[in-house]
């Protein structure tokens, strides 16, 4: 008899087993898809995202791409209807991102084109320099280098560069210095708002994210775009917070907002703008 429920036992193990088997792979299936919106008019693509949360979410980042994130075991069927019944307002918000986007001005980095640096605009003036006549010892300024003179961006690059390379160093020039920044300005915002949260991440990486602004990992490692630093220092701040607070709440709950709120009570402008602007953050 004991060893007739041991049977039992060890096949119903390998029915669950199988079926959990099965599951994942139906997860990984849906997850690795494309899908789409299909109505009278139009055909959007959308991409699937697996994640705890309790409920589907649908988000349409700044360069028009809809992902709908659901929580592990929704079927393709439940995902199915909830997308078709948000159909009209996802083509609405697609629709109103390639407008936005339409309206920007591709950098040509020539002298009087505008550059934002934390929420200012400045004017590009390239300066050309024969950089081999230079002594090593004059320290006055270096090939590549960046600086902020009133409302001026200087960029200091060799002279007589071809036309494709002279913009390629100064949009590399420019990247350098605005990472460099982000980076010594993140550290003290990191360090202000830990003392605040009572909160420390295990790692902060600066990094070229094409969708996202920022991300926190369940290691607490922060992940932070470095075109924030053409955003005004209090969208940095909220930015910096909202992942921080995933330190202590990996969600986006009504918990998780409040202690948003306790440490930035104007967090929901904060959202706004960079819905509105992130778009601008751009080279």
Known sequence: ???HKSKQKNKQKGKQKSKQVKNNKVNEDIKNKTY???TRDNKIPYTVVKTRRKTIGIIINRNGEVKVHVPFGVTKK???EIVQKKADWIIKKVNEVIERNSNIIQKEYINGEKFLYLGDEYTLEIVEKDFDKIKKNDKAFDKGEVLIKDNTMLVYI???LPDEIRKQTIKE???KWYKKRFTEIVKERINKYSMKLNVFPHRVVIKNQKTRWGSCS???NINLNWRLIMAPIHIIDYVVVHEMCHLKVMNHSKDFWTLVESIMPNYRECRKWV???GNKLEI
Do not use: H, R, W
Request: charged content about 30%; aromatic content about 4%; hydrophobic content about 35%.
């Open 1 to 3: 008899m004991s060893d």
């Open 36 to 38: 789409f919106v299909n």
């Open 78 to 80: 439940q995902i199915d």
């Open 158 to 160: 060799s002279e007589g």
């Open 173 to 175: 020039s420019l990247i």
């Open 218 to 220: 369940e290691k607490g």
């Open 275 to 277: 819905k509105a602007n």
